[in-house]
């Protein structure tokens, strides 16, 4: 499947701009939502090809819009890599656990980001 729309969820205004810009840049288009409940409203409507997932946010984690998202049958397809600064392995494995497809660590290297956008 090739990859054209992404949903970046993010509750920082400056990551939510520098991933912006960096996807931009290669083509991508983006949508943006501030947490893991406006997430989960936007695919409602929105069908993106790939969601990047922040983990620390006010209310719904990112682990569990992860895990809702990859549970709901009308969202299981998209792939979600989660984009986070919570580096332990046990946080990488338990995001993992939840359905994501991958695993970032912030601060975000453009090339690493694209080769994992490739690799689905």
Known sequence: ??????????????ELHLLQEMLG???F????ARSGEESLEK?????????LMDVVMPGMSGFEATRTISKNP??????IIICTTKGQETDKAWGLRQGAK???????????LLDKIRAL
């Open 1 to 14: 499947m090739a990859i054209k729309n992404i949903l970046v969820v993010d509750d920082s205004p400056t």
């Open 25 to 27: 840049r290669n083509g």
């Open 29 to 32: 288009t983006i949508a943006t």
């Open 43 to 51: 695919l409602k409507t929105l069908r993106p090809d790939l969601i």
């Open 74 to 79: 009308a969202t299981a397809g998209i792939p």
């Open 102 to 112: 991958d695993y970032i660590v912030k601060p975000v290297v453009e090339s690493v």
